[in-house]
């Protein structure tokens, strides 16, 4: 889109606030909490644009890392909130955390690098996207991720399906903490004892992840960011 072109080449430039961003958006009011969140997903992308320019410099590790970093500081605050997100439990990566997670993953060696909640693609900047299979449920982020490139986007509940055949590197950042269903948090089977007993977790990214790792190869390997939790609880 024009407005994640202009804040790509924004942020590339220098820093950038809310109110700057908004003035991008041609003059949004910056307290339009709504108009701010789909201003924010279209920065998302713009944001993804300027970090896929620093990798394919050819920087090394250092550097690159060092740059996003910068970047990472150029960036406004995408604070807004709407009420699917608020639910979701949706966040996104930092751009420099999420390139020392791809190449910790490895994702630019991939045969196909895989991302089940991949928002606006964040996670998945140190692979070239032709080599990245991704699913989005949102369909906001989901228009967003068809702007980029990517090998394959689905748009299932990642609670539900393993990564696609052929993938043998992942990166995930899951919604965390409960979803709440009828006043109850949902819960999701993760994995069955040996005396027969499912166990079950509230927490959606346990769930995400157990479910994502289910197809992954024995040389395969994968990087995912969780919410911490202690070794009693489900």
Same mark, same amino acid.
């Given at each position: 889109?024009?407005?994640?072109?202009?804040?790509?080449?924004?942020?590339?430039?220098?820093?950038?606030?809310?109110?700057?961003?908004?003035?991008?958006?041609?003059?949004?009011?910056?307290?339009?909490?709504?108009?701010?969140?789909?201003?924010?997903?279209?920065?998302?992308?713009?944001?993804?644009?300027?970090?896929?320019?620093?990798?394919?410099?050819?920087?090394?590790?250092?550097?690159?890392?060092?740059?996003?970093?910068?970047?990472?500081?150029?960036?406004?605050? $995408? /604070?807004?909130?709407?009420?699917? %997100?608020? +639910?979701?439990?949706?966040?996104?990566? @930092?751009?420099? !955390?999420?390139?020392?997670?791809?190449?910790?993953?490895?994702?630019?060696?991939?045969?196909?690098?895989?991302?089940?909640?991949?928002?606006?693609?964040? $996670? /998945?900047?140190?692979?070239?996207? %032709?080599? +990245?299979?991704?699913?989005?449920?949102? @369909?906001?982020? !989901?228009?967003?991720?068809?702007?980029?490139?990517?090998?394959?986007?689905?748009?299932?509940?990642?609670?539900?399906?393993?990564?696609?055949?052929?993938?043998?590197?992942?990166?995930?950042?899951?919604?965390?903490?409960?979803?709440?269903?009828?006043?109850?948090?949902?819960?999701?089977?993760?994995?069955?004892?040996?005396?027969?007993?499912?166990?079950?977790?509230?927490?959606?990214?346990?769930?995400?992840?157990?479910?994502?790792?289910?197809?992954?190869?024995?040389?395969?390997?994968?990087?995912?960011?969780?919410?911490?939790?202690?070794?009693?609880?489900?």
């Amino acid at each position: 889109t024009n407005l994640a072109q202009a804040v790509r080449d924004a942020i590339l430039a220098g820093p950038v606030n809310r109110r700057e961003l908004a003035k991008l958006a041609a003059g949004v009011d910056p307290s339009d909490s709504l108009a701010m969140k789909q201003i924010d997903e279209a920065a998302e992308l713009g944001i993804y644009m300027a970090a896929r320019s620093i990798i394919e410099r050819g920087m090394s590790t250092e550097d690159t890392f060092d740059a996003l970093v910068e970047l990472y500081g150029n960036q406004p605050n $995408l /604070t807004a909130k709407d009420s699917t %997100s608020k +639910v979701n439990q949706a966040y996104s990566t @930092p751009t420099p !955390l999420s390139y020392a997670a791809g190449m910790a993953a490895d994702l630019a060696n991939a045969t196909f690098a895989w991302d089940g909640t991949a928002g606006n693609g964040l $996670l /998945t900047i140190a692979a070239d996207p %032709s080599r +990245v299979i991704v699913n989005e449920i949102n @369909p906001d982020r !989901l228009a967003n991720l068809e702007r980029i490139g990517f090998a394959r986007i689905t748009q299932e509940d990642a609670t539900t399906i393993s990564a696609p055949e052929g993938v043998d590197r992942q990166a995930l950042n899951p919604p965390f903490g409960q979803i709440l269903s009828g006043g109850e948090p949902k819960t999701w089977p993760i994995y069955t004892r040996q005396d027969g007993v499912v166990v079950m977790t509230k927490a959606i990214d346990h769930a995400i992840a157990m479910k994502s790792l289910e197809s992954l190869p024995e040389d395969g390997r994968a990087v995912l960011i969780l919410g911490g939790r202690k070794g009693t609880d489900a």
